[in-house]
Every structure is written in structure tokens, then in C-alpha cells.
């Protein structure tokens, strides 16, 4: 374990053990220095990571108050021009943990006045965020090519489950299921953006665009039984987790 695991584990006991103050310091720490100490943990750091400080948070608000300040901090700073996606993906991943999206809302319509070409650079991880909010208009307006959208996503679940397949890899899926998950969300948001500005036969085309494309017919099947059912690969993640738990997992 390197020492960017082993602080945000430090953090995680001192949290357990009350002692709020030495856990925000970690928190603090990891946040700010993990990724120069091991790059592999960009995903941890705004998933696990931010969880866990909310959960310090809800018994000790400063630690509330110190995340939005990161996420203040952060914001000023791409404001003022400083190298954007990435900057904006850690803001949008604080405000999401802090159930604050309207946040990200109302700095995608600052990038938008401000800073388009950031702007466009960002949609794609602002989009929940203008989902939530119903800003339909502006969402459509730089989602300029729906198809091509729909398409490239397609590619990367087809790329991921023939990786899967090459790999022969029996304990993948919880992955795969949350990839599909991610895929059908996104997918139905591309498609509510068009209705929601009239064009429901462009969101036809996209939804079934999204199950045609697909190359593997089981994908294919658990996508189709998402969009009829929501919830299903949700519910079929939580049976695996208990049959892993039960040792009777494939």
C-alpha cells in the first residue's frame, strides 16, 4: 500500500475513533497530493474518497465547510483561466458529493458566458448537472451531434466488453454492470435533452441507435431491460453482491 492509501486509511480511522480534526487534515492531504504521489488513484480520490469526507462531515461540519472551500477555491481558479477539464471534473465530483449539482449548473452558464470553448470541453460532465436542472436549452446547444454522441459511447461499452471477453475474467461484473448502468443513464439523458426541445424523433433514433450498436447481444439485452425497466441493473448489482458474499458467485 502506497502512502497516499495509507493516509486516506489514516483518515478513515481517525473519523472511526473521533477524531474529527486529524481525518479532515488527511482528507485534506489526500485530496490535494495523492495523484503526484500515485496517479492511480484519480478515480478513488473523487469517489471513495469524497464519500468518506462526507461522512465526516455529516459529525463534524467544518469538514463541510472545508470541502466547499476546495470546490470555491477551485472554481475562481478556472474562472481566471487556469487548465480547465480536469479542474472542472473535481469541482463537479465535490458538488455531486455535497448534493450540491445546481452548483455546477451555474458555473456551466458562467464557462458558457465566459468561456466557451472551455465550456465545450466540459459538456459532457456538466450534463447531469443542466439535466437536473432543466436548462434543456442550453444542454441542446452543445450537444451538436447526438448521433455521433450516441455512437462513441457505444464504442467504448463494445471496446470494454470485448476486453472483457479477451480477458476471461469471471469476477468482472460488478464493473460491467456499472458501465452498462452509466451507459443507459447517459443514453437517456442524450435522449431527454432532444424531446424536452421538441425533437422526439431525433430521440427515438438515438435510443434505438444505442441498442443497435451494440455487439454483444447480452449487453444488448441488459441496456434493453434498463430502458424498460429502470433500476434493473441496480437491483442485478445488488444480487451479485450477495451471492459473493454467500460464495455462490460465477
Not at 64 to 69: K, N, S
Request: proline fraction near 3%.
Amino acid at each position: 500500500m502506497g502512502q497516499a492509501h495509507e493516509v486516506l486509511e489514516r483518515a478513515r480511522k481517525a473519523r472511526l475513533e473521533n477524531r474529527f480534526e486529524d481525518a479532515l487534515r488527511d482528507h485534506l492531504w489526500f485530496h490535494e497530493n495523492a495523484l503526484a504521489v500515485e496517479p492511480g488513484l484519480a478515480g478513488v480520490r473523487l469517489s471513495f474518497a469524497l464519500r468518506d469526507w462526507i461522512y465526516l462531515a455529516e459529525q463534524f461540519p467544518l469538514a463541510r465547510r472545508a470541502l466547499q472551500g476546495l470546490r470555491d477555491r477551485d472554481t475562481g481558479r478556472l474562472l481566471s483561466g487556469a487548465p480547465g477539464r480536469d479542474l472542472f471534473r473535481d469541482i463537479a465530483a465535490i458538488n455531486s458529493a455535497l448534493g450540491e449539482e445546481r452548483a455546477t449548473h451555474e458555473l456551466f452558464v458562467q464557462l458558457d458566458l465566459q468561456l466557451p470553448d472551455l465550456a465545450r470541453q466540459c459538456f459532457d460532465m456538466a450534463l447531469p448537472a443542466l439535466v437536473a436542472a432543466e436548462d434543456f436549452a442550453l444542454a441542446r446547444r452543445y450537444l451538436s451531434e447526438p448521433m455521433e454522441r450516441v455512437r462513441a459511447l457505444a464504442a467504448h461499452l463494445n471496446g470494454y466488453t470485448e476486453q472483457l471477453a479477451k480477458s476471461g475474467n469471471t469476477s468482472s461484473a460488478p464493473a460491467l454492470l456499472a458501465t452498462v448502468l452509466n451507459y443507459t443513464k447517459e443514453v437517456r439523458m442524450l435522449a431527454l435533452v432532444l424531446a424536452r426541445q421538441g425533437e422526439d424523433e431525433l430521440a427515438d433514433q438515438v435510443t434505438a441507435a444505442a441498442l443497435d450498436t451494440l455487439a454483444s447481444a447480452a449487453v444488448r439485452d441488459a441496456v434493453q431491460r434498463e430502458f424498460d425497466q429502470p433500476g434493473t441493473t441496480i437491483a442485478a448489482m445488488v444480487a451479485h453482491a450477495r451471492a459473493s458474499e454467500n460464495g455462490t458467485a460465477a
